[in-house]
């Protein structure tokens, strides 16, 4: 696990949220891995860590861009909710109460 994801998991913990199953595969054939899912609410999440990297390289990288569009519009398609983190959002808190938000809706 990452730091940011250790980081949402320890704030998920911290306000009472049910813990998430961390690197779940919700594809039926794809080898994806969601960095948090709530399968009964159909929620994944994904912690975008690498967002201010200039185009040097994880998510920023128009490759790596383009599997994550690929990634989200498949879990999309098989009816899951897909929320995106950046480091600001997490650390600020914005994530959690997002997910709590979702979770609730559910």
Request: a negative charge.
């Amino acid at each position: 696990m990452s730091e940011l994801e250790t980081l949402l998991l320890v704030h998920i913990r911290a306000v009472g949220l049910p813990e998430p199953v961390q690197q779940y595969r919700f594809h039926p054939t794809r080898k994806w891995l969601a960095d948090f899912a709530w399968p009964d609410a159909m929620l994944l999440v994904e912690v975008d860590g690498a967002t201010w990297m200039g185009g040097k390289g994880g998510h920023t990288s128009g490759k790596g861009y383009e599997r994550d569009c690929e990634k989200t519009a498949e879990a999309v398609l098989l009816g899951w909710r897909v929320l995106h983190f950046t480091r600001n959002q997490i650390e600020s808190g914005y994530a959690v109460n997002t997910i709590e938000k979702a979770l609730e809706a559910a």
